[in-house]
């Protein structure tokens, strides 16, 4: 068996900087979109990536997010320094939410963040540590190969 | 029907985007809640809002969406301006309402890019 292609990036993402929420998930999209994975999957990264660094930018004073592609999967890790969540349970629910009014007048802070990282992944794990931060490892999987676009697309 | 038609559907002003009047269009979303668009809506859609930040721009990048119509009379930011220029993204400003916006565009073949939700992805 031959080893599996392997491609890691980590990215800073900065806490409080609304401006620029995006920059990151953005430049991810690029990266996934020239290597030739198929747009499905481009897209449900880009999500999470997305929903991922809005959370960072509104509750962390700082975080890094880390993309990494094998042959069979696209998997983002996300690490923050901030306040970390007391009840994951609580958290995940739709509508639950603890933003401040800068980050709806974003048109976030709905509690939708983690229900859209959970929807669109295929495995979410979160930890969190009340004081230290938050770390969450989504996986998002194609099947056979996300590496050779020239096989039909698999909708999961 | 292309934006172009939209634009005279919606007596709009184009903000961002006038050399992509040409763009077909199907199907549309619409809401101020960008995490909604983001578990909804579809590529290739438009995006009706009334909110005005770059976020809006980044939102609609990450799900390929064709063009966001700003209803209310709203107008983009200039940060907002700017992102949607360098990504290509056209910004629309109608004066109708959300409501008005979204039913003028259905009467004239635009569908909602789901019906309803439940189950799909």
Excluded at chain 1, 101 to 109: I, Q, S
Aim: glycine share 8%; with cysteine; proline share 4%.
């Amino acid at each position: 068996m031959r080893e599996s292609q392997k491609f890691e990036k980590s990215f800073d993402v900065q806490g409080g900087s609304f401006q620029n929420a995006g920059n990151v998930s953005g430049q991810i999209k690029s990266i996934l979109k020239e290597m030739g994975v198929s747009t499905d999957i481009v897209r449900r990264v880009a999500i999470i990536c997305y929903e991922s660094e809005i959370n960072i930018v509104s509750y962390a004073k700082k975080g890094t997010i880390t993309l990494i592609v094998t042959d069979e999967a696209v998997k983002i890790e996300t690490k923050d320094e901030g306040p970390g969540i007391p009840d994951i349970e609580l958290a995940m629910k739709e509508g639950y939410s603890t933003a401040t009014a800068a980050v709806r007048e974003m048109g976030f802070g709905a509690g939708m963040g983690l229900a859209n990282m959970k929807k669109y992944s295929d495995h979410l794990i979160i930890t969190s540590e009340v004081g230290i931060g938050t770390c969450v490892t989504m996986v998002v999987m194609d099947f056979p190969k996300i590496l050779h676009p020239d096989l039909p697309p698999v909708t999961l | 029907m292309t934006l172009k038609d939209v634009q005279d559907i919606l007596e709009a002003e184009v903000l961002v985007g006038s050399d992509q009047l040409q763009k077909p269009v199907k199907t549309a979303f619409a809401a101020d809640l960008m995490s909604d668009v983001l578990a909804f809506a579809k590529p290739d859609s438009l995006l009706l809002t009334g909110l005005t930040n770059p976020q809006v721009v980044r939102t609609a990048d990450i799900l390929d969406i064709t063009a966001i119509i700003m209803v209310r009379g709203k107008k983009p930011s200039e940060e907002t301006v700017k992102l949607a220029e360098e990504l290509k993204i056209p910004i629309l400003s109608t004066r109708y309402i959300l409501f008005e916006t979204s039913g003028r565009l259905h009467a004239k073949g635009i569908t909602g890019c789901i019906e309803k939700v439940g189950g799909e992805i």
